[in-house]
C-alpha cells in the first residue's frame, strides 16, 4: 500500500493491479473505471488520431459517454494547467498517456509520468500542470459525467513549484 496516496479505500487499488476486473461495457466500479482508463489508454487508435495541440488554451475533446460517465482526451503544452480546482460531485480517474504532467494538492506535489494514474474523489481538489518542455496527453474518466468544476484559490495549495503559467475557465479546466 502507498502511504502517502491522497484516497485511501481500503488500500490503494492502483497498487494491487491483480485485483483489478477487466473493463466491462458499462462500468460502476473504482477498479471497472480504472480498468475502462487503462483499455483506452492501451488502444491508441481510439484517441490518436483525435489529438490537437492549441499553444493558447488546453484542447480537449469527449471521447466518450455512457450510462453515467464520460471519458475526455486532453492535450497539454508546456506551461499549461487547470488551476486549483474540485470536480464537484463527480468522481475521476486521471490517466497520462504521453509525456508528463505534474499534480498538486495540497498535500504536496506528484510527477505523473506516461502509464501513471490517480483515482480521485468527488470534491477533491487538485491543478495538473505541464511543467516540462514537451506536450503532454491525458485521459480522464468522470463519474458521474462532469456537470462543474469549482475553481478554489491557488493560496490553498503548498507548492513548492508556484503557481501555473496558464489559468484556464472552468469548460477548459477538465
Do not use: K
Not at 60 to 85: D, I, K
Not at 110 to 124: E, K
Not at 132 to 152: D, F, I, N, Q, W
Amino acid at each position: 500500500m502507498n502511504s502517502d496516496s491522497d484516497l485511501q479505500i481500503a488500500g490503494d487499488i492502483l497498487e494491487v493491479p491483480h485485483l483489478l476486473q477487466p473493463p466491462r461495457e458499462h462500468p460502476s466500479t473504482v477498479a471497472e473505471f480504472v480498468g475502462l482508463a487503462r483499455s483506452i489508454a492501451a488502444d491508441r487508435s481510439q484517441w490518436e488520431h483525435l489529438v490537437r495541440y492549441d499553444a493558447a488554451s488546453r484542447w480537449y475533446h469527449r471521447l466518450r459517454t455512457g450510462p453515467g460517465y464520460e471519458v475526455w482526451l486532453l492535450s497539454w503544452v508546456p506551461g499549461q494547467g487547470s488551476g486549483l480546482h474540485d470536480h464537484g460531485p463527480s468522481s475521476g480517474v486521471l490517466t497520462v498517456l504521453e509525456g508528463a504532467l505534474t499534480e498538486r494538492t495540497e498535500r504536496g506535489t506528484r510527477a505523473l509520468t506516461a502509464g501513471s494514474q490517480r483515482v480521485f474523489a468527488p470534491g477533491y481538489a487538485h491543478e495538473v500542470v505541464n511543467d516540462s518542455l514537451e506536450p503532454a496527453m491525458s485521459l480522464h474518466v468522470y463519474h458521474p459525467g462532469l456537470t462543474e468544476m469549482p475553481m478554489h484559490p491557488q493560496s490553498h495549495l503548498r507548492s513548492a513549484g508556484g503557481t501555473p503559467n496558464a489559468r484556464c475557465s472552468m469548460a477548459e479546466a477538465l
